[in-house]
């Protein structure tokens, strides 16, 4: 079936230890996008891909970068986590445009020791 | 800045009884809104969406409602089941635009 699958689905990290969350995709979906969800608050949108555009959000911290090297891979890297960093991070991707819903990965729940 | 949110936080229904889940979103140009099922430790499902030219659209047991003059948004939920138990997302886009706003959330708990 096609889907968003993220790896690890937990991770532990120790603070200021870089760390790198993956997600991967099989609907060929244009736009891949990350977002950071903490306990019993929305999503909120860190930075997505729109092909190889990179659309950066305002307020996202400079401590969080993103790569894509092909439409199926993106990779979120915390350079330096915090223990503030410590939340669900979701990946979902769309088609693109309006209209399209965006589908999401599972999840990878970031602990910072 | 603009905004997406939902009246109640919180929402207890009784097994079988129908729930009705509410956004109100702040920007009149929104074109398109879509609800999405969040259960614990799980990524947002897909539930319904609509777009700005249509004020019903209906799919199994789930009815969203798009009333644009009071820039309102419901979720029924018929029938209510165990499985119901979540947290609702409301989510709002505007036209040509890829990202959606999120709101903020309404869990429903379905009592047996």
């Known amino acids: 079936d096609a889907m968003v699958i993220q790896n690890p689905r937990y991770q532990v990290t120790q603070f200021g230890k870089p760390v790198t969350l993956s997600c991967s995709q099989t609907l060929n979906h244009n736009v891949m996008y990350w977002y950071q969800q903490k306990s019993s608050q929305a999503p909120k949108l860190l930075f997505h891909?729109?092909?190889?555009?990179?659309?950066n959000e305002a307020d996202t911290p400079d401590n969080f970068q993103s790569r894509r090297p092909n439409t199926s891979f993106c990779f979120l890297d915390i350079r330096s986590p915090g223990l503030g960093d410590a939340a669900m991070y979701l990946c979902a991707t769309s088609r693109g445009g309006t209209g399209y819903e965006q589908y999401f990965g599972p999840g990878t729940r970031l602990t910072v020791t | 800045g603009e905004s997406v949110g939902l009246h109640l936080p919180t929402l207890s229904v009784q097994e079988g009884d129908n729930s009705i889940i509410n956004c109100a979103y702040s920007n009149s140009a929104s074109d398109y809104f879509i609800w999405y099922k969040q259960e614990s430790g799980k990524g947002p499902q897909f539930i319904i969406d609509?777009?700005?030219?249509?004020d019903k659209r209906q799919g199994q047991r789930v009815t969203v409602l798009l009333n644009k003059t009071v820039k309102h948004l419901s979720l029924q939920i018929a029938a209510t089941q165990p499985g119901d138990s979540a947290v609702y997302f409301c989510?709002?886009?505007?036209?040509?635009?890829?990202?959606?706003?999120f709101g903020t959330g309404t869990r429903l708990t379905i009592i047996p």
């Open positions: 609509i777009r700005s030219n249509m």
């Open positions: 891909y729109y092909d190889k555009d990179f659309n």
């Open positions: 989510a709002e886009a505007l036209f040509g635009n890829e990202k959606l706003t």
